[in-house]
Nanobody
Framework: VQLQESGPGLVKPSQTLSLTCTVS??????????WSWIRQPPGKGLEWIGH???????YYSPSLKSRTTISRDNAKNTVTLVMNSLKPEDTGVYYC?????WGQGTQVTVSS
């Protein structure tokens, strides 16, 4: 299984971020697996953002829930993260994770 994150590297404050995780080698609807978005701010540890289950149910970090949406496209085998009202503290490396595998991560910088 391989995961590949993609999206803009630079976003302005208050704008919306959209990242896509393209999964190959296994269907995202495979029973009992879930697909997570995780980020790591510079100099800090990993932070779980949320995940979507094999059946399409979503769970979010309480601190990010109000401005985060995770969805999936079964036909394209992709999982998307949308985060609104971005702030400079949202800067970091964003990872997709599932079935024990990690993407390489994508750098997101929130700056004007």
């Amino acid at each position: 299984v391989q995961l590949q994150e993609s999206g803009p590297g630079l976003v302005k404050p208050s704008q919306t971020l959209s990242l896509t995780c393209t999964v190959s080698g296994g269907a995202i609807t495979t029973n009992y697996y879930h697909w997570s978005w995780i980020r790591q701010p510079p100099g800090k540890g990993l932070e779980w953002i949320g995940h979507i289950t094999f059946s399409g149910v979503t769970y979010y970090s309480p601190s990010l829930k109000s401005r985060t949406t995770i969805s999936r496209d079964n036909a394209k085998n992709t999982v998307t993260l949308v985060m609104n009202s971005l702030k400079p503290e949202d800067t970091g490396v964003y990872y997709c994770n599932g079935r024990g595998y990690w993407g390489q991560g994508t750098q997101v910088t929130v700056s004007s």
